[in-house]
């Protein structure tokens, strides 16, 4: 539709120039109408590399992914229990690998929803201007730490301190993954809810001010109210963040394709699984199959957590002067 | 609004994994190519993907040494190695395991003598953290704390402690030992810690007293208690001698007796400078 219209725009202006060659302003503006058309292409193709390039991996993805179900039937392969790929006869079950997943993404925001949200509206309401400038330049700085070293911390530090300290069999559990995902999950959620505070208009928290309201009651019932929507997003798209983290979940989960009983057992989160098992599964066969199966029902569940996110920021969306 | 999703990001690893398997293709095929541009000769290897790693620096180093010869190495597992020396499609086939009476007798019926050289042996160690008071176990005891029968370490001889069993993935070359040599038919236990590599088992083993794993003999270190097995210390030497019971063979096996460049390429193998990359590769040397 875009493309066509442009086409047209071109080929009209270089008729008018045809027309009438003589005058140099016409001639200018059939180079910049040129000018803009070609812009136009440029960013059209711009936009449409990454909508192919999401197309191809989807493609990709399904063919590949698709093909055990002619081999495994689908209850048993997302119903099973047992994840033994490799054995013979080999079983295909991945319940306990969604449940790892599920399970650290939930516990992971139980601790990362408090502490991101809560720092955002410190930032936002509480802080003075220095300590902000420096609290954000942390939580940013905490967003580009790269995964591997989070994950090397949380094998290193976090496990075994924990494993002393509770006394548990083993320090590499739903926890201390969890907790690794947290932080890595507070900076998404910070830097989206702060923004849909800034985005409450100031006029409601004047005039909430104006008629008496402390400083608590602005904040519990016009500010946090007003941004909702933000920060629905935000736990959402930090959830989904966690979600699909692999890095940290290879080195912290503890990688046992079991259905955990206590937040202390081990689990093997799906990424986890693709992770370390795609380099050794013999190309084109079953388990290859299945972990690019799995590799689906991962994009699956980020896909729903991703159209959560934008249904609470349009559905909810703050009516007035702002909206984020 | 949302920006690159983790979805995306998965998706786009996985497309990376494509992406990096047409390449090797492409690079697989540009050397074949490139080879037989020239005068040269080739030599295609394929089979077990334990053996690939040092097969493909073994490659490599001798094609240094000797430019006139164009080696391709490909890893894709024991099974398929020995199949491609019975059906010709490769000049060496590695395997993990001996070939099976049923192969042989294809062979035969082909009429092909297939030759094998053992080139490498794979030494597995159980280890455990160094506050461990346990020292030996038998193979009966490691199979019943992998298969979840054991549970605590009084029951080895140990302190009144849970038994936190780390494993290596089951798509390994190092868990398919262990799966031979120790669980035979069993299952490991669901609750099984797996780990992707050898380093990281070390590392897991020596953050928890309570742990114990197992790894290739060329990543013992200090910080691990490594265990005798049925009273036998493992070493290069008592695994030559093949007294410790935890080992097995990695094998080159040839359509006939080796002749030719495949034959110098062998020798080669087997010759200390072959031997030498087989240690830095966390090997036995045979000699």
């Known amino acids: 539709m875009t493309l066509t219209m442009g086409e047209g725009d071109v080929q009209m202006s270089t008729l008018s120039a045809g027309g009438n060659h003589a005058s140099e302003s016409t001639t200018r503006g059939v180079e910049l109408k040129v000018q803009e058309g070609i812009s136009k292409y440029f960013f059209l193709a711009a936009a449409s590399t990454s909508l192919l390039v999401m197309a191809l991996i989807m493609i990709f993805l399904f063919r590949e992914g698709l093909a055990i179900f002619g081999k495994v039937n689908a209850v048993s392969f997302f119903f099973g229990k047992a994840w033994y790929p490799t054995y013979d006869p080999p079983e295909f079950g991945i319940l306990a690998l969604i449940v790892g997943s599920v399970s650290v993404t939930l516990f992971s925001s139980l601790v990362a929803i408090p502490l991101g949200v809560g720092t955002a509206l410190y930032l936002s309401v509480l802080a003075g201007p220095t300590v902000r400038e420096y609290v954000k330049a942390a939580v940013e700085l905490l967003a580009s730490l790269p995964s591997v070293v989070l994950g090397f911390l949380g094998m290193v530090v976090i496990a075994p301190t924990m494993q002393e300290l509770l006394d548990i069999p083993t320090g590499l559990n739903i926890v201390s993954a969890s907790i690794v995902l947290a932080i890595m999950a507070i900076p998404t959620i910070t830097s989206i809810s702060e923004d849909a505070l800034y985005a409450v208009p100031r006029d409601n928290l004047e005039a909430s001010y104006a008629l008496g309201a402390t400083r608590w009651e602005t904040m519990s019932r016009i500010l946090v109210p007003g941004a909702l929507s933000g920060i629905g997003t935000a736990v959402i798209l930090g959830m989904s963040r966690a979600m699909g983290e692999t890095m940290v979940v290879l080195m912290v989960a503890g990688g046992a394709a079991q259905i955990p009983s206590s937040l202390f057992d081990s689990v093997r989160p799906m990424p986890a699984s693709i992770a370390a098992e795609m380099g050794e599964a013999p190309f084109g066969g079953e388990h290859y199959h299945a972990l690019f199966a799995i590799g689906i029902v991962l994009f699956l569940m980020t896909l729903v957590f991703n159209l959560v996110a934008t249904y609470i920021s349009t559905r909810f969306q703050q009516k007035g002067a702002s909206t984020l | ?287």
Not at chain 2, 139 to 161: F, H
Not at chain 2, 211 to 227: F, P, Q, V
Not at chain 2, 271 to 278: E, L, N, R, W, Y
């Open chain 2, 1 to 287: 609004m949302t920006g690159k999703t983790p979805g995306e990001k998965t998706m786009k690893k996985l497309l990376e994994i494509g992406k990096l398997i047409v390449l090797s293709m492409f690079i697989a095929n540009f050397s074949l190519c490139s080879s037989s541009a020239g005068a040269g000769e080739k030599i295609s290897i394929t089979g077990s993907t334990t053996a690939l790693p040092v097969a493909q620096r073994l490659a490599e180093d001798y094609m240094e040494r000797h430019s006139e010869v164009s080696i391709s190495v490909a890893g894709t597992g024991s099974g398929d190695g020995i199949r491609a020396i019975i059906d010709g499609s490769a000049d060496i086939g590695n395997s993990s395991r001996d070939m099976k009476d049923k192969e042989v007798k294809l062979a035969l019926e082909k009429g092909i003598k297939p030759a094998k050289q053992v080139i490498a042996l794979d030494c597995i160690v159980p280890v455990v953290n160094s506050d461990n008071p346990v020292t030996d176990l038998k193979i009966e005891q490691l199979r019943g704390i992998y298969n979840g029968k054991i549970r605590n370490w009084k029951d080895v001889g140990g302190n009144d402690k849970p038994i936190v069993t780390v494993s290596r993935d089951s798509s390994s070359g190092t868990f398919e030992v262990w799966q031979e040599k120790i669980l035979y038919k069993d299952k490991v236990r669901p609750d099984a810690q797996l780990q992707a590599s050898n380093g990281a088992v070390a590392q897991a083993v020596s953050g928890n007293k309570y742990a114990i794993g197992y790894l290739g003999i060329g990543y013992l270190n200090s910080n691990l208690k490594a265990l005798k097995v049925n009273g036998v210390k493992a070493s290069f030497e008592t695994t030559k001698t093949k007294v410790y019971p935890i080992f097995r063979e990695l094998f080159m096996f040839t359509r006939g007796e080796p002749t030719g460049p495949v034959k110098a390429f062998l020798d080669f193998v087997k010759s200390p400078k072959g031997q030498k990359i087989v240690r830095e590769e966390g090997f036995v040397a045979i000699n």
